[in-house]
C-alpha cells in the first residue's frame, strides 16, 4: 500500500465547473502537507501548502482531516489553464516529502 | 541562474550503459533530494542529501544507483548497468534547510531512455 494515495482520474469537467480531489495518507507522524501542480512533461510547482485550519488561495481551497488522514483540494470557476496534474504530498518525521501518484484534471471548454 | 539546473535534459542509453545525471540546486540550498518519476505516476524517493552527507538513500532501487554531493552543492547519480526499467524522468529538488513544511524546488529533470 503507498504511503500517499489518490484517484489518478481523469477528471473531465467543463470551464466554470467546481472539482474536487482527494488524498489519503498512511503515516500518522507526517506533519507538513502539501499541493504540487504538474504540467505534462514539466517539473512539479509548488502549488499551495495545507493547514490544518483549512486554507484558500483564490479559486483554490485546501483540506485537511487528521482523525481520518485525508487532505482535500477544491478548485472553484475552472479555468482552461487548470488543467494538469495535481500531486499530493506529505511530510512526516523522517523530512522526506512522499508523493502520491497523481490526479489528471482536465478543463474543456 | 536562480533555479534548479539538471543536465543533461534527455539520455539515451544501451542496456548494460553507465550513465551520470547532474543536478545543480539553488545556491545556498542546503538539502537536495532525488526522485525518479516514471509515466503516468507521482515522483518516487530515491535519496536525500544534507550539504555533503547523504543521510537516506532508502529509495535506491538496487545498488548499481549512486549518488553523491561531495562539496555539499552539485550532486550526481550515477546508474551502473542500465536496465530498460530505469526508463523514467531523474527530478532532483532543493530546498533551504530541509524542514518538513518547506517547499521543494524543482528541476526540470532529466528523461532517461534505454534501450
Known amino acids: 500500500r503507498k504511503e500517499v494515495e489518490q484517484d489518478p482520474g481523469p477528471f473531465n469537467v467543463p470551464e466554470g465547473a467546481t472539482v474536487a480531489f482527494n488524498c489519503t495518507y498512511s503515516n500518522s507522524a507526517s506533519q507538513s502537507f502539501f499541493w504540487y501542480r504538474q504540467d505534462c512533461r514539466k517539473e512539479p510547482k509548488l502549488l499551495m501548502s495545507?493547514?490544518?485550519s483549512g486554507n484558500e488561495d483564490g479559486r483554490f481551497t485546501a483540506q485537511l482531516n487528521r482523525a481520518s488522514q485525508y487532505i482535500s483540494l477544491l478548485i472553484r470557476d475552472s479555468k482552461l489553464s487548470d488543467s494538469a496534474t495535481y500531486l499530493c504530498v506529505a511530510s512526516g518525521g523522517s523530512y522526506i516529502p512522499t508523493f502520491g501518484r497523481g490526479t489528471s484534471l482536465i478543463v474543456h471548454p | 541562474g536562480a533555479g534548479v539546473s539538471q543536465s543533461p535534459r534527455y539520455k539515451v542509453a544501451k542496456r548494460g550503459q553507465d550513465v551520470a545525471l547532474r543536478c545543480d540546486p539553488i545556491s545556498g540550498h542546503v538539502s537536495l533530494f532525488w526522485y525518479q518519476q516514471a509515466l503516468g505516476q507521482g515522483p518516487e524517493f530515491l535519496t536525500y542529501f544534507q550539504n555533503e552527507a547523504q543521510l537516506d538513500k532508502s529509495g535506491l532501487p538496487s545498488d548499481r544507483f549512486f549518488a553523491e554531493r561531495p562539496e555539499g552543492s552539485v550532486s550526481t547519480l550515477k546508474i551502473q548497468r542500465t536496465q530498460q526499467e530505469d526508463s523514467a524522468v531523474y527530478l532532483c529538488?532543493?530546498?533551504?534547510?530541509?524542514?518538513?513544511?518547506?517547499?521543494?524546488?524543482f528541476g526540470s529533470g532529466t528523461q532517461l531512455s534505454v534501450l
Open positions: 495545507v493547514y490544518s
Open positions: 529538488a532543493s530546498s533551504l534547510v530541509g524542514a518538513t513544511n518547506e517547499k521543494l524546488f
